[in-house]
């Protein structure tokens, strides 16, 4: 079974052009539901059926695990069997049919722009650290894009003089424009601080850390929790917060959804329109607390 879930990466990888994250979401759902498959003394995937996968994702729901991890995992195991279909590894499909549970849709944490102008004031651009971090928020703010696109910038995907940003690491290519403040940070962690973190020549990576390799995921939780807890903001921010806080803010100030969607990368407009209930949440909060006869 090992091969037949290396041959399914592979497809999902050459074919369906996924990022690394969603990949690796792919292999770990997978890979576990191989694993229970082993447990429970099912060597071969063709011995399989409808009700085994509906054990499975009773027994995730056993370990506490949430509506909206369940039906990942259930996405995730129904490709894997549509693949093997395909491919006339098994004559029949057993997801077939399984309706997947109802996630409850939260709207996603996100900034005020005030609370924004406080994160972004907590570099400070005293050392090679501050510049570097500076910048970063800066232009993640500035462009909404993932932290994993921002980690995996390299030096020629920023034009700073044409102020716009080019992310390719995904199934598609998108370029975004950046704004003077972003601009100016960029700028300014290009000339004082990288030159001098880095430490080959030939490093393409744009955000580098003290040791002058590329910046982790990890590297980058730390650095937005620390610039959370000086500014004192209350608010659960995550790396993604920026991101959220970038489409409600364009909403809010009259930006349409398709062009959202666009500096996004969202493949579906669907995943763009729950910036617009955001937004029509805080117009009904206006509302209730301006009218007088609210």
């Known amino acids: 079974m090992e091969e037949l879930v290396l041959s399914f990466l592979e497809f999902l990888e050459k074919d369906k052009c996924l990022s690394l994250n969603t990949l690796q979401s792919y ?3 997978i890979e576990q539901f191989i694993t229970y498959l082993g447990d429970i003394k099912i060597k071969n995937v063709a011995n399989t059926n409808k009700a085994t996968v509906i054990t499975y994702l009773m027994h995730l729901q056993k370990k506490g695990r949430a509506t909206s991890t369940i039906s990942r995992n259930l996405a995730s195991i129904r490709s894997f069997y549509q693949y093997l279909t395909r491919n006339s590894i098994i004559s ?16 996603p944490q996100i900034l005020s ?6 994160l972004l004031e907590q570099p400070k651009c005293d050392d090679l650290k501050g510049y570097r971090d500076k910048a970063m928020l800066e232009l993640l703010y500035a462009t909404g894009i993932r932290v994993s696109e921002l980690i995996s910038l390299d030096v020629p995907d920023i034009n700073i003089e044409m ?4 992310c390719n690491k995904g199934a598609r290519e998108r370029m975004i424009p950046i704004g003077t403040l ?13 030159k001098l973190l880095v430490q080959r020549k030939d490093e393409k990576a ?6 002058g390799k590329r910046l982790t995921r990890q590297g980058f939780w730390k650095i937005i929790k620390q610039y959370k807890n000086q500014a004192n903001i209350n608010k659960d921010i995550t790396p993604h917060t920026l991101r959220h806080s970038f489409a409600a803010h364009l909403l809010e100030n009259g930006a349409d959804l398709r062009s959202i969607q666009e500096m996004l990368g969202h493949s579906d407009i669907s995943s763009t329109q729950i910036y617009a209930q955001i937004a ?4 009904m909060e206006v509302y209730k607390k301006t009218h007088p006869r609210a």
Do not use: H, W
């Open 206 to 211: 744009l955000f580098v850390n003290i040791n």
């Open 27 to 29: 292999r770990r759902d």
């Open 280 to 283: 029509k949440n805080k117009l």
């Open 113 to 118: 722009t005030k609370e924004v102008e406080l």
């Open 163 to 166: 102020r716009c940003v080019t």
């Open 182 to 194: 972003s601009a100016n940070a960029m700028k300014a962690y290009m000339a004082k601080s990288r």
């Open 92 to 107: 029949q499909d057993p997801t077939e049919g399984l309706e997947s549970p109802k996630v409850e849709k939260k709207l």
